[in-house]
């Protein structure tokens, strides 16, 4: 990522920051710092970014371009999208694409609902990619919806865990700094292009270990493994009632909360039509565990997954619900439960289609205290690992703990 004028070498003024944007996702860049109050504050508009995203991603070796590579069933660069936008001062996001991936570039923006994108083609290198950008944004176009701005920032698209922290340091650092010899023997590419061509003065700052960029086959792996860590820092557990304290779904959450100390498990009842579920959702908890003992087989799940689907919260990330339930095997025969519990094959079906994982977790409900508490210790872990696979393939199953 490199910050550069377009067409101009006068410093940064970079806008005003209205941080805190509703629904900004909270797990696309977690960065501890905020803009808000910053310099960036006190100065009007002024920030782009262009995307290079017009290669072909050779090293990779399949034959889709890495920057459309699917991570958990949604393309690399959306994520990259999604980082980049929730920073409000960037004004305009210009993405270089290929002629022939510009209609599947134009269905992402539309799927995922991002914003402030404009499209251009790229170039045979990612310099011409890069080149073709700043002129969109340096065109004087009567009808051109971007705005001139004085700092641009270059960031690969297939660099997706950019925080806004970094992305202010750069900015900053474009507006304040000039070229120091360090700079010169660390400089990228882009960087020494920049200092043998333009009169820009030029500043290496120190990026996030974060920021590295999807190259190999490999690093599809490890985004993937980073984006499920950062969405399951959160379960709640959602019981289908409010007053019981010795209800069974407090002491699962007890021995979720024990067995899962660096998750925050916290408990809801959907009852008040289900208000504070909803300012939940709304906070983006993708985990779920719902259980039912009071009220019939699905019905609470149900309840739940009808409040998921009219959230926009799964259009981003796989959500995942546990359907738990207890029987106590020595009053009743697993295979008579089972019987209904079956529907769940069919619930699971439908609810994907909507980005919802839904699983079905059966806990032996023992009178011995010692025997219940293994279940549950036992259903935890289950659930733990639900969360943590977000495995598609054993949707609609039944596990028993
Ligand atoms: N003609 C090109 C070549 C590359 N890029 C973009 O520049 C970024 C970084 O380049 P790199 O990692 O080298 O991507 P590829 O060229 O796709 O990969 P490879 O070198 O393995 O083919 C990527 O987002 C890539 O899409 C571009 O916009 N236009
Ligand atoms: O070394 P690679 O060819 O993988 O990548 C080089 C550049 O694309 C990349 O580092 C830029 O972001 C910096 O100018």
Redesign the pocket.
């Known amino acids: 990522?490199?910050a550069g004028p377009p067409g101009s070498s006068r410093p940064a003024e970079p806008g005003p920051c209205l941080s805190g944007q509703r629904g900004a996702d909270h797990t696309a860049s977690a960065s501890p710092q905020s803009v808000a109050g910053t310099e960036l504050g006190r100065h009007p508009q002024a920030v782009a970014a262009v995307l290079?995203a017009g290669g072909c991603g050779e090293?990779m070796g399949v034959p889709t371009p890495k920057q459309f590579c699917p991570i958990l069933e949604r393309p690399l660069i959306s994520y990259t999208l999604q980082a980049l936008e929730r920073v409000c001062w960037i004004k305009d996001i210009v993405v270089a694409v290929t002629g022939e991936n510009m209609e599947v570039m134009k269905s992402i923006i539309q799927k995922y609902q991002h914003k402030r994108i404009s499209l251009v083609k790229a170039g045979v290198t990612?310099h011409r990619s890069i080149f073709n950008g700043l002129k969109a944004l340096a065109e004087d176009q009567i009808n051109s919806k971007l705005s001139k701005p004085e700092v641009v920032i270059?960031?690969?698209a297939v660099?997706p865990f950019v925080e806004e922290g970094v992305l202010l340091k750069v900015v900053t650092a474009a507006k304040e700094h000039g070229c120091s010899d360090y700079d010169l023997e660390f400089g990228?590419?882009?960087?020494q292009?920049a200092l043998k061509y333009c009169c820009t003065k030029a500043k290496l700052v120190e990026g996030s270990p974060d920021l590295w960029?999807v190259?190999y086959k490999r690093d599809l792996y490890a985004a993937e493994s980073i984006i499920k860590e950062r969405i399951s820092q959160e379960i709640c557990v959602v019981m289908d009632t409010e007053e019981d304290n010795k209800h069974v779904g407090h002491l699962l959450e007890e021995v979720l909360k024990s067995e899962l100390n660096h998750v925050k498990v916290t408990s809801e009842a959907l009852g008040h039509a289900g208000r504070h579920l909803l300012q939940i959702i709304l906070d983006q908890c993708y985990n779920f565990v719902c259980v039912n003992v009071t009220t019939s087989d699905f019905q609470e799940t149900q309840k739940l997954l009808s409040m998921l689907e009219e959230s926009n919260l799964c259009i981003l990330y796989p959500v995942v619900v546990v359907s738990v339930h207890f029987l106590d095997f020595k009053l009743v025969p697993p295979s008579q439960k089972m019987e209904n519990l079956m529907q769940i094959r069919e619930f699971a079906k439908e609810v994907k289609e909507r980005n919802i994982l839904l699983y079905g977790l059966l806990i032996c409900y023992s009178q011995d205290d010692q025997k219940l508490q293994e279940s549950l210790r036992q259903g935890a872990i289950i659930i733990a690992s639900l969360i943590k696979e977000r495995n598609c393939g054993l949707i609609g199953q039944l596990l028993i703990a």
């Open positions: 990522m490199e290079p090293r990612r270059i960031h690969d660099r990228t590419e882009c960087l292009l960029k190259t």
